[in-house]
């Protein structure tokens, strides 16, 4: 149980052009999703907090009209890249809480984003 | 906020042997540590946690520890096979935090 996906698993686009990333929770209704970067050897930051049915609560630094997310169902959170440019390449990961007070995270296998 | 230190940043194992990684965080409200494995151009993994109420869990050759007096704690593995090298992150979050804040990693290698 507590299966997440991510698709794509790898994406290419040019710069200036916007991708969508999907996250889903295959096994379990995810009340909570959590959005990742993480830069080659390094480890994960936080980029935002996705809730169903509400606005996305973003990190500090993050842009949130460059990262945009929608949570709009139990199952479903999408990360769209908007206008991307080569500094936005990394490797983007989501994560989901299996319910409310629930403590455990469950990874999805990461999207590798390549702006050329 | 919550700051999490993880050492050491690279191991290697000779397999069979154990290995002990181990993180230090600052804030005395954290009550959950759970420990992520990593493969190359995966997502982490959960393999273990453990809550402040307990000192000790284990789980087969894994096992964690966490002294909430040091504010450590530390992931053991025992009888290390190849198929255990990865990277792995150590996390900690308070009570009523969705967020985990993560370590900086170890990049585990076990040597056939």
């Known amino acids: 149980g507590a299966v997440v996906s991510q698709h794509p698993s790898r994406v290419i686009c040019k710069s200036g052009t916007s991708v969508k990333i999907e996250c889903r929770s295959l096994?379990?209704?995810?009340?909570?999703m959590f959005w990742y970067r993480q830069f080659p050897k390094q480890s994960l930051m936080l980029m935002a907090t996705?809730?169903?049915?509400?606005?996305?609560?973003?990190e500090q630094g993050v842009e949130k009209d460059k990262f945009l997310i929608n949570h709009a169902s139990l199952t479903l959170s999408t990360l769209t890249v908007t206008s991307a440019h080569p500094e936005d390449s990394s490797f983007y990961i989501c994560?989901?809480?299996?319910?409310?007070?629930?403590?455990?995270?469950?990874f999805g296998p990461g999207t590798r984003l390549t702006v050329t | 906020g919550e700051n999490v230190e993880q050492h050491p940043s690279t191991l290697s194992v000779q397999e069979g042997d154990s290995a002990v990684i181990k993180c230090t965080y600052s804030?005395?409200?954290?009550?959950?540590f759970p420990w992520y494995k990593q493969e190359l151009g995966k997502g982490p993994q959960l393999i273990i946690d453990?809550?402040?109420?307990?000192g000790e869990k284990k789980d087969q050759r894994i096992a964690v520890t966490l002294n909430k007096t040091a504010k450590h704690f530390s992931l053991h593995i025992t009888e290390t096979q190849p198929e255990d090298s990865a990277v792995y992150f150590c996390?900690?979050?308070?009570?009523?935090?969705?967020?985990?804040?993560f370590g900086t990693g170890t990049r585990l290698t076990i040597i056939p």
């Open positions: 996390a900690a979050t308070p009570f009523g935090n969705e967020k985990l804040t």
């Open positions: 453990i809550r402040s109420n307990v």
């Open positions: 996705s809730n169903e049915g509400s606005k996305a609560t973003y």
């Open positions: 096994d379990f209704q995810a009340t909570t």
């Open positions: 804030d005395s409200a954290s009550n959950y």
């Open positions: 994560s989901a809480r299996t319910g409310q007070g629930a403590r455990e995270q469950y």
